[in-house]
């Protein structure tokens, strides 16, 4: 079984910085597979936020310039350091794994990822 956890969400003030982790472990951690960001608040359906499938790197356009993600392979982690945060930015922040994709487009849908973690909080103040 595959196993992604989230760490590093908290409260920030607006304009401020936090870098969330992504730990993988099992048959996932290795080189074929790419590993994407999404959020969700209360009453909406999760959101895409960002990906990384090792050969580029795609940003929903409300993030891009303040988000960054990006892979420590010794670690097996994924982060996501985000910038320049914003109250609206506040969600719950997921991350989840697939296998490399045919088309770009499909890195954008939750219904492509088989691997799923808990989330983690992030509030940010105004």
């Known amino acids: 079984q595959v196993q992604l956890v989230e760490s590093g969400g908290g409260l920030v003030q607006a304009g401020g910085s936090l870098r969330l982790s992504c730990s993988v472990s099992g048959p996932t951690s290795r080189n074929d597979y790419a590993v994407g960001w999404f959020r969700q608040t209360p009453g909406k359906e999760r959101e895409f936020v960002a990906v990384e499938n090792w050969d580029h790197r795609y940003y929903v356009d409300f993030v891009k310039g303040r988000f960054t993600i990006s892979r420590d392979n010794e670690k097996n982690t994924v982060y996501l350091q985000m910038n320049s945060l914003k109250p609206e930015d506040t969600a719950v922040y997921y991350c989840?794994?697939?296998?490399?994709?045919?088309?770009?487009?499909?890195?954008?849908?939750?219904?492509?990822?088989?691997?799923w973690g808990q989330g983690t909080q992030v509030t940010v103040s105004s």
């Open positions: 989840a794994a697939t296998p490399f994709l045919s088309s770009s487009y499909d890195y954008l849908r939750t219904t492509s990822y088989n691997y």
